[in-house]
């Protein structure tokens, strides 16, 4: 059996607040007279120094030009090595179209607006941190782990009929010759693996591809594709994929063609180049399956208010002020329990800061953890990076005045 | 003995002095830093434009001492040893070889190891944490001491926990290595 380190965050803020406290041993005369020697050796360093200045004019110039002269060489490789990047990354078109998709997530994480690849994050993190030290330019990464939506469909009853309504959990992905290379070959694994429970609606899917321009992506089919039979429940599973799993991206419509060709029957539907999907959200809420499990869905696949009247989307503190309410008929609910209430919320750039009113508090710690749960994916159609939850009720729960929560985003092309 | 010295000497030596062990984890060191601080901040006072509390500056002033001195050593350690090491190589540096202070000695196991796998964070990771959880700063005075916006304090804090949370685990899974061998 192997043993687990014991170390989580709580407890590694809570014991450096224990590291002790140091106090000087000297009396304050002491230190009095260790300063007052040190200021009269330091004037007669200083008169020394003055003389040694004299004799060691050339001193200066020449470590200038040392200096310039070993700038050059450092640079020089680093140029001549960049050249040879470029070069090779212009080489075949199918391989540079697979070297761009992976470039083009890690470039988001970098720029700390998207967070599909969560083991980049921190990397990115340490290298950004590296180039304050030294001023050299980050090194793009390459992604091992991918955060990916996992469909899942559940028979849910709402408004005296039973309907399936697909959720999609976000869980990491480690790249591989199986699992694929790049995200859309990943995407392609999601869907058509046995593992996750919609292989058979999308058999025959063999490419997907992101149009940016348009913000698309397009499904493409091989002539072995179901599509057209789809009927029923399998039809409702397929839509109800399709526009959770590509609306996390942030995007428009999902295209469907067979062999390139936008001639596709989609079940009940007929003949359908393309899906219109939800890319605007603001808000999760809370669904508790027959078995027990808990899924998140969107406001706006649920048709929960996103915006104001004059359509404008909620800022981010709005939108946790309606996840606490949901409308009269909802088959879901708030993860945001009633004892709960925002005393501030507060977003500094990429940072945002959700402070609990004083006589908040929670049933339990899955309450808590599914309300913060629920806040983060919220976040994530923010261009936030994280968030620290503050108050009484946050210390009680965590054993510290405060929680810091990483958001992890999926949204591709805004 | 000089009024502005008693002053500062009541109201913020033990605080920055402190503040400088745990940068320098030494206590030696820190005696010789803190009064470096005096001679800077008895030079400079005339020049403390107010613009930051008497506190923050103060703790900027000695922030600038702890971290000359460092790199000082490491320049040093670098020249000796004829090699260059990263700022994360650390852990190799002069000083850590010196025994546990006793105060940190007399802590359970888990606190010394905490203290022990803090110098294995970057440079700007201990002084958030230093500032954060060992003075007590608030967010708002540590972004003032390091003359960063309040984000960046918070954005380091984070990520130096996780960073600590990482060194910790290694170090666990090294000691079970080391005793299943």
Known sequence: MTRKSSWDEKKITSHLQQLPPVKDRRSKEEVFQAVQQKLEERETEDRGSLVGKKKSGWLLPAIASTAAVLLLLILLPSFLNNQQHLTSDSGGEQEASMENRTNEVNILMEDGEAGAVEEDADEAADNEEAADHSGEMNVTVQAETVLVPIPHTE??????????????????????EETGETLEEMLVYVLTSDQFGTADIFQGLQTVAFDEGDKAATLDFTEE?????LAGDEYQQAYGTIVEVFSSYGLEEVRLTVNGEADVTFGPEGQLEKIEL????????????????????RGAVVGEQIGDHSDTLFTFAETLEKMRSVRPDAWYDSAIPESVEFAEVVVDGDYATVELAPDSSFADDEQFRLMVSAIQLAASDFPLNYIEFEGAAVEQMTMNDVLYEQVEHLRLFD | MGEEFERLYETYHH?????????????????ELVQEVYIKVLHS????????????????VAKHVGIDWIRSQTRKKRKWEGKQFEWSEREFEIQDHSPLPEEILVQKDEIQ???????????????????????????SETADVLGWTESKVKTTQHRAIKALKQHLENS????????SE
């Open chain 1, 155 to 176: 028979q849910v009853e709402a408004a005296a009929t039973v309907n399936p309504r697909t959720f999609v959990k976000r869980e990491p992905l480690e790249m591989s």
């Open chain 1, 225 to 229: 594709n179901r599509l057209e039979s």
């Open chain 1, 278 to 297: 939800l890319p605007d959200n603001r808000g999760y809420y809370l669904y508790k399956a027959a078995d027990g499990n808990r899924y998140f869905l």
């Open chain 2, 15 to 31: 605080t920055l002095f402190q503040y400088l062990f745990y940068m320098v984890r030494n206590r030696e060191i820190a005696e």
């Open chain 2, 45 to 60: 006072y005339q020049s403390f434009q107010g613009k930051s509390s008497e506190k923050t500056w103060l703790y900027s």
């Open chain 2, 113 to 139: 190891q905490i203290y022990q796998t803090l110098k294995m964070c970057t440079e700007d990771q201990q002084q958030v944490i230093i500032l954060r959880y060992i003075q007590m700063l608030s967010i």
């Open chain 2, 172 to 179: 666990y899974k090294y000691s079970v290595k080391e005793v």
